[in-house]
């Protein structure tokens, strides 16, 4: 064979094979970005939980110890009436969370990772608690109550920086 015989196969294999190996690296860093992405977003969503969390047992706290006044309609810092029956609850409403309807809790989390939780306590009327009350682990000693309780539905909300947003719920009796 003589180097003027050749016909440049050898130079048209390398691309070929330069080509598949650069397209499979690059396949391979997408689903590492891709990866990457998901457990930040996995983080991100677990660190507005747990603020989310933390506002609702800040209301909790709330609705224990406080004396709680009701609006008539409506709802006013942090304190909403009772919803009518039929009538979404306002907490649902997209611009709800940024007004000033709402009680903003403690800051949880520091730095960039800090995220402050909002929440509203919302009054669902009383309830007769007829379970009984027993200070026996033999529920057959039970005595019967009718004690009245306050219950109220708790909705805590937090959001991160980057868009991940939780709402969490409790009804409280008191």
């Not at 990772?113 to 009327?125: L, Q, S, W």
């Not at 909705?155 to 009804?171: F, M």
């Amino acid at each position: 064979m003589h180097v003027g015989d050749q016909s440049g196969a050898a130079l048209i294999v390398v691309l070929m094979l330069l080509i598949i190996i650069t397209l499979l690296g690059l396949a391979s860093m997408r689903g590492a970005i891709m990866q990457e992405r998901m457990a930040a977003n996995t983080i991100s969503r677990s660190l507005a939980f747990q603020a989310a969390e933390a506002g609702l047992r800040q209301a909790e706290v709330i609705a224990r110890d406080g004396s709680l006044s009701f609006p008539a309609s409506g709802c006013s810092a942090g304190l909403c009436a009772m919803t009518a029956p039929g009538n979404a609850p306002v907490w649902k409403a997209d611009s709800f969370w940024s007004s000033d309807k709402i009680r903003v809790g403690e800051v949880v989390g520091k730095g960039d990772a800090a995220i402050t939780p909002r929440f509203v306590i919302e009054d669902f009327g009383t309830s007769v608690n007829g379970g009984g009350i027993s200070d026996s682990i033999d529920m057959s000693k039970a005595v019967p109550s009718t004690t009245e309780q306050s219950v109220y539905r708790i909705t805590a909300y937090a959001a991160t920086p980057n868009g991940a947003e939780v709402i969490v719920q409790s009804l409280y009796h008191r």
